[in-house]
């Protein structure tokens, strides 16, 4: 929660200007001042007293955890070091330090920001304008990721152990408006002496210090938000019509869009990116395999054992006389911090999140008209495709340093695809987790790595004019609903659904946390599940009255 108060003022001049006769410009210029003004998060007589506690006992390490604090008292058995407190945390050996936060906060945060535009247009000939645009616009950050503050006393521990790991120190996070910078150019045409015209418009925007959402915590799908880096979204628009829908006769409109919408993770305060914490998952997974038994620990961010190389790794064949069914399965590729990846609303990390795309490279409309006195038609085709689904750490497994051995024999056994040596886990026992690779695809996949079914729908519209101030107007919504394409995977079946995400509701895929013989339902089987069926036909009636 917070009680942050934006307030916004804003200035803005334009001048036209007309050189020539069939030349227009427009040039103008905004300035906006967006201000936050913050909050005490001082709290009552204990929240001093946990802010000290946290930083007597808490440790970090960007390549262990995903970065994330850990209290160093905690016993080994359980994950943690095992020190006393108050013990300084380089002792744990390089990388490690002391997780400092404060309860500081300023009296307001405030950004102002300069935005030149301009527009022009030359009418080439009577059938004939070009058009373009070119201009800088700013979105403020949402008031409620500015500061943090808990109804509870111990906000030195909901601060620490989210934001911690991502740079922020403190209740109070200063995020910049996120600024695009957009150009357009349109050809606008109509066909000589005819009602029929096209408008063509490629465009491009390039967005910096764009405001990210994630995920802060899981079972209750709160989000956050950051400024996480630049998208880059580039395409073109293309709208072709044909006659007069309000008068006698067919009238036609056909309209088709492209977009390639990508993002790139920019760093963050303390160096790391949103996808930093997938990789330190995915090096630990890494620390289970024999490519790790002998690499040297390595603080690069693009090693795949991380600083669990050698001595740190748990590449050992059995644990403990359990056999490890990682070690001999190959090692993953990291994810590249410096990559392109399809724009999501919610970053892709985190165990069973939301993990589909907004951008949908294709999308194209087609209407029809037929009018006839007081009466008219209107069939409506709509075709999408292009989005992207899929995300690294959707899939679950055993951590084999906390199982109990089961009495049978790996032959056999479905959970070890890559053989092993010494007693199969008995899954009932494991007391802990790690992220491992989708078991069906064998990878840590990429965000978008599969792509979603096209879609296809037919919808219509029958009208009557009652009177000149009445229309009666019947909607058919649905009538023809197909989907089809996409990535064929073992989630998607033989027939297609319409859309595919993560199983909804928080639900982890049973990964290899089963024991042979066990009856595993569908809803847990697979990484991904339908999340978007056809919808049922529906029928409308509306009357509309001007008064």
Known sequence: MNK????????????????????????????????????????????????????????????????????????????????????PCGLLGPGWHNATISNSTPASFSHTVFQPRLGATYEADADDV?????????????????????????????????????????????????????????????????????????????????????????????????????????????????????????????????TYSRIQYGMLPNGSTLLSGVNSSIQLYNSFTSACKTAAPSTNPTSLCGVYGASNAFATEPLSGIANPYYNAPAQRLLDPNGSYPSYDVVPTGTQLSSASYGVPNNATFAVTYKHQKWSVTP??????????????????????????????????????????????????????????????????????????????????LSYDVTSRATARLSFANIIQSCFGGSTEPWTGGRPQCGYDVIQGHVPPVGNIYNPGDTIQRLVQYPYGNILTATPFNMYLTLDFKL
């Open 4 to 87: 942050v108060t934006p307030k916004f003022t804003a200035f803005s001049i334009q001048d036209q200007w007309r050189p020539a006769n069939r030349v227009h410009v427009d040039v103008g210029v905004r300035l906006d001042n967006f201000t936050y003004d913050l909050s005490s998060t001082s709290g009552g007589p204990m929240t001093q007293f946990w802010f000290n506690e946290w930083n007597l006992v808490m440790c970090a390490n960007s390549g262990v955890n995903g970065g994330v604090p850990v209290d160093e008292t905690t016993p080994t058995s359980f994950g943690g070091p095992g020190l006393p407190p108050g013990t």
């Open 130 to 258: 070009l058009r373009l645009s070119a201009g800088s616009y700013a979105q403020p950050a949402p008031a409620q990721y500015e500061e943090y503050n808990t109804l509870q006393q111990n906000l030195a521990n909901y601060i620490g152990g989210l934001y911690y790991s991502l740079g922020y120190t403190t209740p109070a996070h200063d995020l910049n408006p996120s600024i695009s910078y957009n150009y357009d150019f349109s050809w606008e045409h109509r066909f000589h002496r005819t009602d029929s015209s096209f408008k063509l418009t490629p465009f491009y925007r390039n967005t910096t210090d764009k405001v990210q959402q994630f995920f802060i915590d899981p079972s209750t799908g709160t989000v956050s938000g950051v400024n996480a880096g630049k998208q880059t979204a580039y395409g073109a628009e293309f709208l072709l019509a044909s006659g007069n829908q309000n008068k006698d006769g067919f009238s036609a409109l056909f309209s088709y869009t492209y």
């Open 380 to 461: 409506l085709f709509t075709f999408i495709s292009g989005s992207r689904y899929g995300a690294p750490q959707q899939q679950v497994g055993v951590d084999p340093r906390t199982c109990a051995p089961l009495a049978a024999s790996i032959a056999g056994d479905p959970r070890y695809k890559y053989g092993g040596t010494g007693l199969p886990y008995d899954a009932t026992t494991c007391a802990s987790t790690i992220v491992i690779p989708d078991q069906f695809s064998g990878q840590f996949d990429v965000p978008g790595a599969f792509l979603e079914p096209s879609y296809f729908n037919v919808n219509a519209q």
